[in-house]
């Protein structure tokens, strides 16, 4: 298996996903350690829920048009190409609309919630932003239906650095640092990400777009599950971040988000195989039915199980040395809420792969209902712990809805495709053996 695997053509695509998270990880990672330094904690935190909502709005996008406009162009004839492009076209640009008219209502309501009069600035300057990402998702589609993720790299990559570079320039004291001062570099790097990408887009460019109201029905039909995915799963994501901003303070948003940021880092492998392994059970599952999807599921969540649990264990054991490094001082209350985001990191390979399965052998309905599911759950649990725990009450709502996610996951994967969560645990033995054999024998 894993010898077919590393020299399979999709290794080379899932590096270049790799290497894209990386790209978001450590520039997100630098980014916070910077402006933790720049801002107050409040305005730190302020900051925090502005990029949860650019990013939940990027989210939901991402699978409302970007994921149908890749399925359509793989699947149609070329003919049908422009048709297709201008219907996704005209169909980012209404969504945009949408987005545009709830970040102007929230704008008015926001400091209400939060008290914080920058937030609302900062939902103005989020639609340009909006705007931006019209044409950059659009360049994003097209490159992923042609698995152009070079480009998609490269753009990502310069948008990611861009802010960093605004962000360096105020640490280093030559522009005097605001909130909506960031808000506008953050927009200004989107710009600069939108250039690359049209740069990269001139080859796979049509001769025009038409409009056609058959296919915005198709894109949109096929996309409504797959937002939906996308919509559940970043609240599922995002909704300790609001909760603690609105039931307690921007600041406990701050004393939350290093711990946030460290278990990122488990998202990665995750990320970027669950890329590898959904075109591969794609591939296969025609010709070999469910045994293959048992397989995969089996022997993919064993490879990140044996990948994720050591490093989980080190920073579990040296959770307050992290902590004082990454945050420094007065994030004590950190520390706690970091080893019980290490916990549910270890569950979310087994959920995670679930989705992809399900989304590959053609039970996207399925998939939705789950991750909707695992929201519901994690609001109500949320809102509660928050209210009585404080600010770790946060991430025990999320490992509580993870374990009553993977327990019923587990049954009905047993029950429907006959997997093994023994075999997972077997597998990722195997590899340590192999593992270890390498560096004894081979070495």
């Not at 298996?1 to 270049?16: A, D, F, P, Q, T």
């Not at 650019?54 to 699947?75: A, W, Y």
């Not at 001082?329 to 549910?344: A, N, P």
Request: aromatic share 20%; glycine share 6%; hydrophobic share 55%.
């Amino acid at each position: 298996m894993i010898s077919r695997v590393l020299n399979s053509y999709w290794l080379s695509k899932g590096l270049l996903v790799l290497m894209s998270q990386l790209s978001n990880l450590i520039f997100g990672f630098l980014n916070f350690y910077f402006l933790l330094r720049l801002l107050s904690k409040y305005d730190y935190g302020v900051w925090t829920l502005f990029i949860s909502v650019i990013t939940f709005f990027e989210l939901i996008k991402n699978g409302f048009i970007i994921s149908p406009l890749v399925r359509f162009l793989i699947d149609s004839k070329k003919e049908d190409h422009d048709l297709i492009q201008g219907s996704s076209l005209g169909l980012n640009g209404f969504f945009a609309f949408c987005q545009i008219v709830i970040a102007f209502g929230v704008s008015f309501f926001v400091e209400g919630v939060w008290i914080d009069s920058d937030l609302r600035y900062l939902f103005l300057v989020l639609v340009f932003s909006i705007i931006l990402q019209v044409p950059l998702t659009h360049f994003s589609g097209i490159q992923q239906a042609h698995m152009n993720f070079k480009a998609i790299l490269y753009s990502n990559f310069i948008r990611q650095f861009f802010l960093f570079l605004f962000i360096m320039i105020f640490y280093l004291g030559y522009w005097q640092p605001t909130l909506f001062k960031l808000g506008i570099a953050y927009v200004c790097s989107v710009f600069v990400a939108v250039i690359v990408a049209y740069a990269h887009f001139q080859k796979y460019r049509i001769g025009s777009f038409r409009f056609s109201k058959d296919w915005v029905s198709r894109l949109s039909v096929y996309g409504k599950y797959t937002f939906g995915t996308n919509i559940s799963s970043m609240v599922l994501r995002s909704v300790d971040t609001w909760m603690l901003g609105a039931l307690l303070s921007p600041v406990a948003v701050t004393i939350y988000n290093p711990a946030v940021r460290i278990a990122n880092i488990i998202e990665v492998p995750t990320v970027s195989l669950s890329s590898v392994f959904f075109p591969k059970l794609l591939s296969r599952y025609a010709a070999e039915g469910d045994a293959v999807a048992k397989d995969l599921y089996e022997k993919s969540v064993g490879a990140l199980f044996a990948l994720l649990l050591p490093v989980v264990a080190v920073i579990f054991v040296f959770s307050e040395v992290i902590i004082y490094f990454v945050a420094g001082e007065g994030f004590e209350e950190t520390v706690s809420i970091l080893r019980v985001t290490m916990l549910t990191g270890l569950i979310i390979p087994f959920n995670r792969q679930i989705g992809v399965m399900l989304d590959a052998i053609g039970k996207a309905k399925v998939s939705f209902y789950f991750v909707l599911r695992n929201a519901i759950v994690n609001i109500v649990l949320c809102y509660f712990f928050v209210l009585y725990f404080g600010v770790i009450g946060a991430a025990y709502a999320m490992l509580v809805t993870f374990c009553l996610s993977f327990g019923y996951n587990q049954w009905y994967i047993a029950k429907n495709y006959n997997i093994s969560l023994g075999n997972v645990f077997r597998y990722s033995i195997s590899y340590y053996r192999q593992f270890f054999k390498r560096v004894f024998f081979l070495g």
